[in-house]
């Protein structure tokens, strides 16, 4: 949410001294690395270029990865990191700036991008994602600069298919340009209130819960203790998943711009990444495989001390009529009191309890009423967190459009990683029921699908998880041409039980993509 | 063929071109007991890394490669009017470069890059009818210490005999998005562009000969073509296939191919659609022959006529290929660039056989040369 400003009391703002600026190691790795090309400016710790373009970590260090790559700088990792930590403090993003584009950042692939201006699409979101620049802030000139640089650096980037039909250059100059500018101008209200803002530690004790895919819902009690280096955080994750199995892990995390929580993890044997957004009272954000980054998770995260009790979460959301099932409840103040989960739920046996959980096992009776089971714990009610049904009224799959991509050693497949949401349509209200049990299917997509036989070669899709693996890279010499084995398939759910009840979604299985920026 | 004889038939040659309209026909039932004065036709293409390929598609093999210096890229190629010297776009689409394919020399080289300047030619290369000029097209960016500036895109024209250090007689601005380029015989330049553009290299003068993005054609889209590879030396034309929806967004949408021409002899412009568009082609030519038949490949190779407005024959190939050629009696076709063979069919598409080579010919032209 930017607030209007007029600008000329923005950039005043600006050039007020914002008090001594120290020397940092990001700083003097810049002086010694980078002012070659780009010249230090008057003004504390400002150079040429550096200085006039704001950004994500991400973004950041690809930028210094291809003054490493086009422009022979060579510079040790470790002035690599101090730069990226340097920049995207100070010349970071506020949380207002990167919040429309939180999928880009946790990797989240499979989507539809839109944006405010009619040719944007087609101009800037063709080779990589229109959320690239989304995520950057700059005057007019260094848009226009980074114009300059797209023409002069990639030649045939007006003559390919979406810029030959159009005057590319003198668009993305004059129209493009001017209307990034001015909707993410290098200085903003956001960016400096953020600046003044006292910055919180992550240090201590949290909670964290999600849905990993093919294995089910977890929780975990996250430890977070301070690590040697600016800003840096080593955790312990000590947890299970909702049918028992434990779940556990560590990992090492850095904090960028006093909100960004950029994580390694190892979670039960498997690395992850972690990216969290640490700027509200519940952080949030996705735990991925760096190489695979269609496996994730999103997940939350609350600190053990609250001053409010509440039920936060529910795991899993509903509950099914006739059955007996383990139900967790997170948040704060659940050690004591009655536990209570409305009308035809019974709970058999309290498996483990204490103020931020409860692990229970409950039964939900064959007449239970379909809808929201009001809770209650204690003093602390909950109406909208847990909904029982007996059978599926709607079901949808997400993503609606997957792209997984074939693989080999060098470079790993991505897979296809769908979920299935069940609905009740009531009459006045729709109530999710989270994931319910379903068995995925796939066919071809179309004609073209069929005759080429994509569900026979293209890979296998789990029909209890609804995880698409896909096959291996490479020609195919069983297929025409010996094509690769890509194909174009249909996905379908349909609910356990219920058959008739069903959503599908499209999956594009593709060749490898060989650069794998951090930002797509 | 001792190179005396190939100097007088050189002559030969050149006068003929310089005087006659329409091309030399290779009779192929004289070609095939070819004695030692008989004009041969040969395949010539550049293939990675750096080889420039002369082959004889009657016999199917190699009869020579030249090493080029520097990194391939595009592998664009002009032939002289006598066909006996090729200039390949070359060293990453940044240097011209003239190979005399009778003895591999190197005889002419220039670059437009140097004094903290990019310039690469996006296929942007022409000869002069008379052979004296080279014409190529750069598309530059200043690099500075730390940001690029694009600069406006300049026509240069260079004097095929300024040896290997060449520099441009004259530079003029030219229009951005420029790919190929043919030189007519009177004298004028054509570019394929946003449109079609005339050039006058004398003086730059440059002026829309067939209107393509800027076309007055209501009831369809603008057109879009990918023109990247420089044939049309068999039917002596400058040849640019598109796409277009007539009808866009309406009921009665339809896709067609289409061309846009200039007979490089006359100078004569048009510009219509020949047949539905069904299929990708990458690069296209008119047969020698009956010059409203036109072939086109990419994953398939096709047959389309003008007069019916039909897709006479389409054949499914092995692999993909860009580049498509025949010979100048027009009962062959040569399919080239993409991977790393040479497909030879005859004009009913019944398959002459593959000419293997040791690299990829990517994005290189394949031409037609006969000395």
């Not at chain 1, 230090?40 to 930028?63: F, H, L, N, V, Y």
């Not at chain 1, 049904?389 to 997984?404: F, H, K, M």
């Not at chain 2, 080289?109 to 750069?138: E, M, T």
């Not at chain 2, 879009?224 to 009921?251: C, I, Q």
Request: charged share 25%; net charge negative.
């Amino acid at each position: 949410m930017r607030h209007a400003l007029p600008t000329g009391l923005c950039s005043l703002a600006l050039l007020l001294p914002t008090g001594a600026v120290l020397a940092s190691a990001g700083s003097e790795a810049i002086d010694r690395h980078c002012s070659a090309c780009h010249q230090a400016q008057s003004g504390p710790q400002s150079w040429s270029r550096i200085s006039a373009q704001r950004k994500t970590p991400e973004g950041w260090d690809m930028t210094i990865a291809r003054m490493q790559t086009m422009h022979g700088l060579e510079l040790p990792q470790e002035a690599r990191r101090d730069i990226v930590k340097f920049l995207a403090d100070t010349r970071g993003l506020a949380p207002e700036e990167s919040a429309s584009q939180r999928e880009l950042i946790e990797r989240r692939l499979n989507r539809i991008e839109s944006f405010d201006h009619p040719s944007y699409q087609e101009m800037c979101a063709r080779c990589h994602t229109g959320g690239r620049a989304q995520l950057q802030r700059r005057p007019q000139e260094e848009w226009e600069r980074l114009v300059h640089f797209h023409v002069g650096q990639f030649q045939t980037t007006e003559y390919q298919s979406m810029a030959r039909d159009r005057d590319w250059f003198d668009l993305a100059l004059n129209e493009i340009a001017p209307w990034l500018a001015e909707s993410q101008s290098l200085e903003n209200e956001a960016w400096e209130s953020w600046q003044q803002a006292e910055q919180t530690s992550p240090e201590g004790d949290w909670q964290l819960w999600g849905h990993w895919p093919g294995e089910g819902d977890f929780y975990a009690d996250v430890t977070i203790n301070t690590d040697e280096g600016e800003d840096a955080y080593s955790l312990s994750l000590d947890g299970a998943f909702t049918s028992g199995r434990p779940l556990s892990g560590e990992g090492q995390a850095i904090v960028y711009t006093g909100y960004e929580w950029r994580a390694n993890l190892n979670l039960n044997g498997r690395d992850l990444k972690q990216v969290l957004d640490l700027s509200g009272a519940h952080p949030s954000g996705r735990i991925f495989d760096d190489h695979d980054d269609a496996f994730g998770m999103m997940v939350e995260m609350v600190p053990h001390e609250a001053a409010e009790s509440a039920v936060l979460a529910s795991l899993p959301a509903s509950l099914k009529a006739g059955e007996r099932s383990r139900l967790v409840l997170l948040g704060h103040g659940l050690g004591e009191g009655e536990i209570s989960l409305g009308e035809g739920v019974t709970v058999r046996k309290v498996i483990e309890r204490s103020d931020m959980r409860l692990v229970l096992d409950v039964e939900a009776s064959n007449d239970l009423t379909p809808g929201w089971l009001a809770m209650q714990i204690g003093e602390i009610s909950a109406e909208r967190l847990l909904a029982g049904y007996r059978t599926v009224d709607r079901l949808e799959v997400s993503p609606t459009l997957g792209v997984a991509r074939i693989g080999n050693d060098k470079t790993p497949p991505v897979s296809g990683v769908f979920t299935a949401a069940g609905y009740l349509d009531g009459a006045d209200e729709t109530i999710p029921l989270g994931q319910v049990p379903v068995r995925w299917s796939v066919s071809p997509w179309d004609k073209i699908a069929e005759r080429d036989e994509d569900v026979r070669f293209a890979g296998i899709l789990d029909a209890a998880t609804g995880i698409f693996s896909p096959a291996g890279a490479g020609p195919n010499p069983l297929r025409q041409y010996n094509a690769n084995s890509v194909g174009n398939l249909r996905v379908t759910a349909s609910v356990v039980g219920q058959e008739a009840i069903q959503d599908e979604a499209q999956l594009i299985v593709t060749v490898q993509r060989w650069n794998n920026p951090p930002l797509r | 063929m001792n190179s005396s004889e190939i100097k007088l038939l050189n002559l030969t040659l050149m006068g003929l071109l310089a005087f006659a309209a329409q091309p030399l026909v290779v009779n192929a039932a004289v070609a095939d007991e070819a004695s030692a004065d008989e004009v041969r036709e040969y395949l010539v293409t550049m293939v990675r890394p750096n080889q420039l390929y002369v082959i004889d598609p009657e016999a199917q093999e190699v009869v020579r490669t030249c090493d080029v210096e520097g990194a391939f890229g595009s592998g664009t190629l002009q032939l002289s009017p006598d066909e006996r010297i090729a200039y390949v776009l070359h060293n990453r689409w940044e240097d011209v470069v003239g190979i005399d394919l009778t003895s591999c020399e190197e005889v002419f080289r220039a670059s437009g890059s140097g004094n903290s300047i990019r310039a690469k030619s996006i296929a942007s290369l022409a000869v002069s009818p008379d052979g004296s000029r080279l014409y190529s097209i750069w598309d530059r960016a200043r690099l500075g210490l730390d940001h690029y500036e694009v600069l406006e895109p300049q026509l240069a024209v260079y004097d095929t005999a300024a040896g290997l250090a060449a520099e441009p007689l004259a530079t003029f601005p030219a229009p951005r998005q420029v790919t190929t380029m043919g030189a007519a015989e009177d004298g004028n330049l054509y570019l394929a562009g946003a449109d079609i553009y005339r050039v006058d290299p004398e003086n730059g003068e440059t002026e829309i000969a067939i209107a393509n993005r800027n076309w007055d054609r209501p009831s369809f889209s603008p057109p879009d073509s990918l023109a990247m590879w420089s044939m049309g030396e068999v039917a002596n034309e400058f040849l640019r296939p598109y796409t277009v929806a007539e009808h866009p967004g309406e009921k009665n949408e339809a896709w067609h191919w289409g061309i846009s021409r200039v007979d490089l002899a006359t100078g004569e412009t048009e510009n219509k659609e020949i047949a539905p568009f069904e299929f990708i082609i990458f690069s296209m030519v008119s047969d020698p022959r009956e010059r409203d038949v036109f072939y086109g490949v990419y994953t398939q190779l096709s047959k389309l006529d003008a007069r019916t407005q039909e897709i006479v024959k389409v054949i499914d190939l092995d692999h993909t290929y860009y580049s498509v050629n025949t010979s100048y009696d027009g009962s062959r076709i040569y399919l080239g660039g993409a991977s790393s063979d040479i497909a030879i069919y005859d004009d009913d598409f019944n398959d002459l056989g593959r000419i293997r080579l040791p690299g990829d010919m990517s994005t290189a032209t394949l031409k037609v040369a006969r000395f």
